[in-house]
């Protein structure tokens, strides 16, 4: 038997217990926990419809931490799966050690009032969880996670040495809204406004936001413009593989979209600084989600597919190789699956894989670990079983830019 505690009944975390429900064998008991139990019982209930499968459902504040504790403590499960916030890592992960149990995560720790995420917060926690005999695995979902792994794969078979890492994010599904995120807005916006950031021969070098960019012919989906911008697991590859030389990260924008942030921005509806409003103190950032549309609904109505890959340069055998690894996830078909979209789905289904790789034992360790330090192999197959088939390709030559 079991036991596995999902806290966040986002976007993310419906997916993820979709696909957990879907594998009885390896997930025999799912509790999921939020804030509000309601979005929980909404969940549960697709889920039951869906696969007939029961989920026990809790509430939580995961910013408290002696009410996670006691949650950890009634549920005893095997792992915890964060996809609440990166506000809550470090919260959850401290229930973990109290009670003992493994945890698993999709983004590293952010602070609330200061937008700059890293990893040094959790690493910090490895002797900890060492000690203790548990596992904490960061970053299992797409990117970070399935970009992180695609790199240990193309380490293990593919190069004697990587000397640049490009990862392309690509969404080119359609919503029909003007203005809308695919995942949490809050999360979403300060990470796209802060400065771009790449590793570049052993240092960061820093650019302004959305500052670079360039135009890139997308499998399957066509020619987008994609741009340059700092992502959390640049940081933890750069620090498990230094013979990386430079490792940039690029997503794409439409016009529409740049141009609403661009006013959003100006106008101060971005910011994360508090502002008195009617004798409320409100942080601007946090009403702008209030009245966005929900990225967990926007499932009805996309159109199109990603396509989220590396492309990888570097040497085998004495000559230089180019590799591009990527996934093709289609919007309606993830919808169709499990009722969201496909963002949430291609965090979802990784978070699911290592939470399986875990309970299954195939992934094992006492500490803090990032997810390209684990064996790829069963974690690329598990893609492949589980909706999200990669691709890889031999190209003629590195990137152009
Ligand atoms: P959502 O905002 O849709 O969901 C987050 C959920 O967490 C909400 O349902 C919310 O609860 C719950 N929550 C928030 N605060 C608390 C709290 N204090 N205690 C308990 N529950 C809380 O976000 P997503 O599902 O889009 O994203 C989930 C996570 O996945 C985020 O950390 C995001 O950064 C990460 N992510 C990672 C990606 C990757 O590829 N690695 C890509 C996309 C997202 P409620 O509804 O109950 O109020």
Not at 281 to 299: H, S, T, W
Not at 325 to 335: G, L, Q, R, S
Request: charged share 20%; proline share 5%; glycine share 8%.
């Amino acid at each position: 038997m079991t036991k596995v505690l999902v806290i966040g009944a986002g976007g993310v975390g419906s997916v993820a217990v979709h696909k957990m429900a879907m594998l009885p064998e390896v997930f025999s008991h799912i509790t999921l926990a939020s804030r509000r139990i309601s979005s929980c019982e909404q969940i549960a209930r697709q889920v039951e419809q869906k696969f007939s499968a029961k989920i026990e459902v809790a509430q939580v504040n995961a910013d408290d931490l002696e009410q996670t504790i006691r949650l950890l403590d009634l549920v005893k499960p095997s792992l915890v799966v964060n996809l609440a916030l990166p506000y809550q890592d470090l919260i959850i992960m401290e229930a973990c050690l109290k009670v003992g149990v493994n945890y698993l995560d999709t983004a590293n720790y952010e602070p609330r009032d200061e937008a700059k995420f890293q990893y040094s917060w959790q690493w910090e926690y490895h002797d900890r969880f060492k000690e203790a005999g548990l596992l904490a695995l960061l970053g299992s979902g797409f990117d970070p996670g399935v970009t992180n792994v695609f790199t240990a794969w193309a380490k293990k078979y593919h190069f004697d040495q990587i000397n640049t890492l490009d990862i392309l994010d690509c969404n080119g599904g359609d919503h029909g809204h003007p203005f809308a995120t695919n995942f949490n807005p809050e999360i979403n916006i300060r990470e796209i406004t802060a400065p771009a950031r790449f590793w570049e021969n052993g240092d960061w070098q820093e650019r302004p936001a959305l500052s670079d960019k360039q135009s890139f012919d997308f499998p399957e989906v066509g020619e987008r413009n994609m741009y340059l911008m700092y992502h959390e697991e640049l940081e933890s590859l750069v620090h498990h593989l230094p013979e990386i030389k430079r490792a940039r990260f690029w997503m794409t924008f439409g016009d529409s979209y740049l141009k609403h942030l661009e006013v959003l921005q100006n106008v101060g509806m971005t910011s994360i600084e508090p502002v008195k409003y009617d004798g409320h103190e409100i942080i601007p950032l946090q009403f702008l989600k209030a009245v966005l549309p929900n990225p967990g609904d926007l499932g009805k109505t996309t159109k199109g597919k990603t396509c989220i890959g590396n492309i990888i340069s570097g040497v085998k055998d004495g000559r230089p190789k180019n590799l591009y690894i990527y996934n093709i996830c289609d919007h309606e078909n993830a919808f169709s699956e499990v009722g969201s979209q496909a963002v949430s789905y291609t965090t979802g289904v990784p978070a699911m894989i290592g939470s399986a790789l875990i309970l299954k034992k195939e992934w094992q360790g006492a500490g803090v670990f990032n997810i390209e330090q684990m064996n790829p192999d069963p974690f690329m197959e598990m893609l492949n079983q589980n909706g999200l088939p990669w691709i890889e390709k031999e190209l003629d030559g590195p990137l152009s830019f």
